[in-house]
């Protein structure tokens, strides 16, 4: 299975990048983790991409990792359409203290457009 991971620098996007790594390794699916420019995380994609090698490095895995720029939810949607993956997994947000789930605008964006299956890893 191709997955493609759409990773922002949030917390719930590295929860996401954890996920991802450690099925793709029990799997042996192919995976693809896309950097989104995301204005709600800090993190620069130097530090996020670090991160995502740290995972990759730990669970021995060999995977190709895209920087994409411009509208993170389009441009992540448009990949997965364009090259035929089979699911695409991203951070799914946090519980809020009424525990109701609250989804980021880039989640909710590729959730509702999205014809590829879409898996929200949450907090």
Do not use: C
């Not at 909710?108 to 590829?116: G, Q």
């Amino acid at each position: 299975m191709k997955l493609l991971l759409g990773i922002g620098g949030t917390d719930d996007s590295l929860d996401a990048l954890w996920w991802a790594a450690e099925r793709t390794s029990a799997t042996d699916d192919e995976l693809t983790v896309a950097i989104l420019e995301n204005p709600d995380s800090d993190r620069p994609p130097e530090e996020i991409e670090a991160e995502v090698e740290t995972a990759l490095s730990e669970q021995g895995l060999d995977a190709e990792i895209r920087h994409l720029e411009g509208d993170p939810g389009g441009r992540l949607v448009d990949l997965a359409d364009d090259e035929g993956y089979d699911q695409i997994v991203i951070g799914g947000g946090e519980r809020s203290p009424m525990g109701k789930i609250q989804v980021g605008r880039i989640a909710e964006f590729v959730v509702l457009n999205a014809r590829t299956t879409v898996t929200l890893v949450r907090r």
